[in-house]
């Protein structure tokens, strides 16, 4: 099939701009590949054929093909030289004032018809196209890295784009092997948009004393099903390209609370503590490898109290029926006896609180978090508050490990650390809906290709019930007064009157 942009230029040879040249040809297109520092471009190149030659030794591709690609890409020393080209997309620093100088320069060179393209993460694709004499022919076209390897690309019309040129841009995306979601010119786009709520979420509850950054990766990965945890994730992707992309999307929305930046993040970018790519982050490296210090023991425990399960927890017939199994001597009088564990299990709310409205000896009272089926997670999750003392706590950890489940125990807050991240990511994907940044299907492709999150934020939310996130984070916002948990009005309507965060409206 004959590529749609059959003549590409590509500016930016780093590793955005050879990735998406490498894509390209083996879609068919002849490329030319240009940069402004001496080398680069070359070294691009000989990069791109090196990884040819690996598929081929693979069998992966046969000799002609690659033969072929390697006749189809080529570096060119001067803008000029892409005057032919009907699509050139940029690569280049995340700059304004240097893509906006591109570009007016690229517009005097190539034919009227041909359509330009940034690869900008977060800024303003209308912004960029702003002094341009032909908008509609300009996009965004936004790849991730490694280019060949994460198959979705944000196609991205600002102000005056033509809808044809996003069609066009969308057709040439799979027949590179991509899958295109359409986005509307907003701050992050879909992806850096919708993964606003993970790792600032993680950072709150870290700089709250909460819990540590292991136990978040933990309790995250085991409970949720996320491939690595938000501190992991930082470190692979490094402080100095995710904490500008935070600071970007929030003064782009005008300081929204939903998505402040940590002080955590910005002290260590400043320190140089960045990731694994300098051997620290959250985490020390050696030899790549990560040096994570070993859980705390299971504690052990001569005689378990008996356990009094509050009439007001969370999945209270599951929990009861957990205890029995795990061997616990079960109270049910109405109020626990002066002896008794005291075991609670809120939806947003902080443990201390639950003890106050509820009557209940906070020194004898541990909260659980339920909000997960706990036949479906690795860990179970723990929660002291202020009073509760030593020996309640032991118990607790002891007696939820007996059949060998991981256990954490953290500190009181507002809502566990599972129910907070996920609340928060359902809440800002709801948002993003209610401002029609793009389709609720889109979004789901993009999160779930472009983040590697086990399911869409919208298929989270059903999973654990938008009634259930309603209540964490109306219980938040009751604890700690803050609108950055304020509930989108596109999840409250749907969560409201129980309808799947899927459905749209007529």
Known sequence: MKPIFSNLGIVGAGAMGRGIAQIAVQAGSSVKLFDMQAGTAQAAQAAVFSQWDKLCEKGRLNPEQTAQYKTRLQCVGTLAELASCELIIEAVIERLDVKTKLFSELESIVEPSAVLVTNTSSLSVTAIAAQLKRPQQFAGYHFFNPVPLMKVVEVIAGLKTSASVCADLAAYARQM???????????????????????????????????????????????????????????????????????????????????????????RLAGGVVGKKVGEGFYKYVGGAAQISAEPAVPQVDEMP?????????????????????????????????????????LGFDITT?????RLDPARTIGIDM????????????????????????????????????????????GFVSQRVVATIVNIASDMCQQSVCSPADLETAVTLGLGYPMGPLAMGNL?????????????????????????????RRGAIGLSLLHEEE
Not at 313 to 336: C, D, Q, S, V
Not at 405 to 410: E, L, Q
Not at 469 to 492: A, I, K
């Open 371 to 414: 909000l997960v089926d706990d036949a479906t997670t690795k860990r179970r999750v723990l929660a002291t508050n202020p009073a509760t003392r030593a020996d309640m706590r032991r118990a607790a950890h002891a007696l939820m490990a007996r059949d060998g489940k991981a256990v954490s125990v953290i500190r009181d807050s507002g």
């Open 306 to 346: 008996p356990v009094w399960l509050s009439p007001r927890a969370a999945r209270r017939a599951e929990l009861m029926l957990l205890l029995k199994n795990l061997g616990a001597r079960i109270e049910t009088g109405a109020a626990p006896s002066a002896q008794a564990l005291t075991l609670v299990a809120p």
């Open 464 to 492: 654990y019930g938008p009634t259930n996130v309603l209540e964490v984070l109306f219980n938040m916002q009751t604890v700690y007064g803050d609108p950055r948990y304020r509930p989108s009005p596109w999840l409250r």
């Open 177 to 267: 092997g991509h899958t295109p979601v359409q986005a509307n010119d907003s701050p992050g786009f879909i992806v850096n948009h919708a993964g606003r709520g993970y790792g600032t979420e993680a950072l709150r509850i870290v700089s709250e004393g909460v819990a540590d950054f292991a136990t978040i990766d933990r309790i995250l990965k085991d409970q949720i099903g996320f491939k690595l945890g938000p501190f992991e994730l930082m470190d692979l992707t490094a402080l100095d390209v995710s904490h500008p992309v935070m600071e970007s999307i929030y003064h782009q929305y005008f300081e929204e609370p939903r998505y402040r930046p940590s002080i955590i993040t910005a002290q």
């Open 354 to 358: 639950v003890a106050v409205v509820e």
